[in-house]
């Protein structure tokens, strides 16, 4: 059995390595080298990833793509997507060439609002509480003024801070909701920091504070932290052509494909099962993007997942319709980013990210990243709707099932071309490669 271990984090990156492959892996040295294999020794790579987080002992790679053609508010843009999963780009990359050659899409910011709380336990009387609130606000913009004095030359900074009654929840709790303008950055890091710094200043104050009976005075503050629901960060894009358009390699009319994406829509929009299915395929866009942007795509996510349910019941992300022949396709959605700050610059590859999207604003990337998230949408009901997603999902899938099954270059170029006119299931695609290895 294992024993715990004592100071991990105090051992050298070979001891760790070590450690666990001796105590958690039946093949210590093929685990030492496969942890080598990702590693970039002595460099100065290397020494920056280690200091991204703790305890490291190797890199995790996924893949980067780029999905080119995207024609948003009439400018063109490469989108870099980091992403494991087969078919996402290329769907992506498909979806921004249809709509390429209908106008492109088309992308505003409809707030930049961030949020933070101070939760506490009062037990006094709420109109004193009201008014010793209303008395320290200027004490507390004042006592954060350190923190924020380069936000606010950014032209950000706090936009208000109110108190909050919650006592039909939870008996004797308060919050103080604060509003924050981050400009470029996603601002985690400056909301927390004030968020604690009013917290102190509240308790401070309440010591002073000649409204307050003694036993009145004892505030218990419970926590001090930003929300990654941010409905007021909003970002809405789309799409519209008319219906004719949306012709079809296939066999369908582009009335019965536009009949049943807004079909599609209205499915996912009142069936909870499908609608989580339905936004997965969204966030497939738009993880992509966050997460190649350098963005906390688990905060992205929380956020997304609380609007998509903001009606009491969780529904689509996207809408359809079809009015006066034309078909529109659109989608809103809080989406808190930031181009400063963070990791945004200091991972090399985020950096390039970046550069490729030529330097955006936080709301220039709050646009492409709901357009990449609509695209794929789209991309995904537009296959549902006609020829299904598998046909397509596993041609792409193709080359994965070839490398686990150990096939060679030739190999794969042999059966890519094979499988271009047949169905590649798991069972045909191992069939075909027996078949060849026997021929
Ligand atoms: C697969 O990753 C995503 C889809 O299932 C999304 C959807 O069903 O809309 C294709």
């Given at each position: 059995m294992v024993q715990p271990i004592k100071g991990f984090s105090k051992l050298s990156k070979e001891d760790k390595i070590d450690w666990v492959a001796r105590n958690y892996t039946v093949k210590p040295e093929d685990t030492k080298e496969i942890l080598q294999t990702y590693w970039h020794s002595d460099s100065e790579l290397q020494k920056l990833h280690d200091e991204?987080?703790?305890?490291?002992?190797s890199n995790f790679y996924l893949p980067l793509g780029i999905a080119p053609n995207f024609l948003i508010n009439g400018e063109l843009y490469a989108i870099p997507m980091a992403i494991e999963e087969s078919s996402v780009v290329a769907a992506a990359s498909k979806a921004a060439k249809f709509w390429l050659e209908r106008g492109g899409f088309s992308a505003r910011v409809l707030g930049t609002e961030k949020i933070g709380q101070v939760h506490f336990i009062y037990k006094g009387d709420p109109e004193k509480l009201q008014a010793f609130i209303s008395q320290i606000k200027p004490q507390l913009l004042k006592d954060s003024s350190e923190i924020t004095k380069n936000m606010v030359k950014r032209?950000?900074?706090?936009?208000d801070i109110v108190l909050v009654d919650k006592r039909d929840a939870i008996e004797n709790y308060y919050q103080l909701h604060a509003t924050f303008e981050t400009r470029d950055a996603m601002g985690a890091n400056f909301i927390n920091s004030c968020l604690e710094q009013f917290a102190n200043t509240m308790l401070r104050e309440t010591e002073n504070y000649?409204?307050?009976?003694d036993n009145e005075r004892d505030i218990d503050v419970v926590m001090s932290i930003l929300s990654n629901?941010?409905?007021?960060?909003l970002v809405r894009a789309e799409v519209s052509c008319p219906?004719?358009?949306?012709?079809?390699?296939?066999?369908?009319t582009a009335e019965a494909i536009a009949d049943k994406i807004v079909r599609a829509v209205r499915i996912a929009q009142a069936e909870p099962y499908r609608a989580v299915t339905h936004n997965k395929g969204i966030m497939n866009g738009i993880d992509a993007v966050v997460l190649a942007t350098g963005n906390d795509f688990r905060a992205v996510e929380a956020g997304i997942h609380a609007y998509a349910a903001r009606g009491g019941s969780y529904s689509s992300l996207t809408n359809a319709s079809i009015e006066n022949g034309i078909f529109k396709f659109w989608i809103e959605i809080p989406l808190a980013l930031g181009t400063v700050g963070g990791l945004t610059r200091l991972h090399p590859l985020v950096n390039l990210a970046l550069k490729i999207l030529q330097n955006p604003s936080a709301e220039d990337l709050m646009k492409i990243t709901a357009v990449a998230g609509l695209a794929q949408n789209f991309a995904a009901m537009r296959s549902l709707v006609t020829t299904g997603i598998q046909q397509g999902h596993m041609k792409m899938h193709l080359l994965n099932i070839l490398n686990q099954m150990g096939a060679n270059d030739d190999e794969k170029k042999t059966l890519v071309h094979y499988f271009r006119e047949h169905s590649a299931t798991h069972g045909a695609v191992m069939e075909a490669l027996q078949k060849l290895r026997q021929d």
């Open positions: 991204f987080i703790e305890n490291t002992i032209g950000g900074g706090i936009t000649k409204g307050f009976d629901y941010v409905p007021g960060c219906v004719a358009e949306l012709e079809d390699e296939e066999s369908m």
